[in-house]
């Protein structure tokens, strides 16, 4: 049996099943995770680790076995050293506290004892979560002789890669605007709306909402306020509430705080039977960060 020292000294604990090869792999960063055939090959005369990452297009080995001479050379810089391990008996790499810059193609080039080669890639990407968002109402103005005002809100986020801004007022989505991250909407000067932006790439998201208030007026003004959400005793609202149509949903109130949710991990808050992101108002209640 050949030893895995010093290289994966907890190979089985640490990555039991690896990613399966050929599709895309997606991961926050800092996280770690493990490659490698979906079954270990037998009768293996050598087998190489290359990479060819986003941030430097150019081939790079990064581990060669031969089993005539049990020879391996790890090629890791000072930057991979503590971060890249192998696995000689199961043919598998383990990245740990993984980076943006670590994205790119991953290959593993197995050559049997017959002469067959095979090639196993793994198509990495690593993400930075999204930042909280930052959710401002710019402007909100009346417009003439028609009992309706005019409003303009600018979502904003740090980090993240591949990000994508969804929009909702109420619980009804809304379709993506010319700008993502600037909504302009008319409202009803009489009634009370809540707006969210939703903030996501493949690995995370957040959301921030704002109620706005009856009444036009410029955004600086305190006429025009920009409202949060509290939790009420007992949790959010139920479907019929009044949850999305304008009103305030029963057994909340507004104040004068900014609400704003995030959440790190594989999926997102919901999906609409459309497929499209979905924030519900129960959610935005109940997985929410208040901010003073």
Known sequence: MLSLAPFLPAATSSCP???SPDGPVVRPSGTAFCLGPGHTPTAVRSFDWKVQRFSNPSPRVLFTWKNDSRLHHAHRNASDYNRLNFSIKELRLLLTAAQPDDSGTYSLEVTLENGTVRTHRFHVSVLDPVGKP???LLEQTAALGSGKCRVTL???ASGGGDVTYTWYRGGEWIPTPRSPFRLEEQIDANGWHIYTCNVSNPVSWAHQSLQLSQGCGSAPQSECSAWGWDRAEGAGPSPGSG???GR???GLEPFPRVLAS???????PG???AGRNFVPIKNLLEDSIFLP
């Open 17 to 19: 099943v690896p990613l």
């Open 134 to 136: 930052e959710l401002q």
């Open 154 to 156: 600018n979502c904003s």
């Open 243 to 245: 949850a999305g149509d």
């Open 248 to 250: 305030t949903p029963l």
């Open 262 to 268: 995030r959440h790190t991990g594989p999926g997102q």
């Open 271 to 273: 999906r609409s039977e």
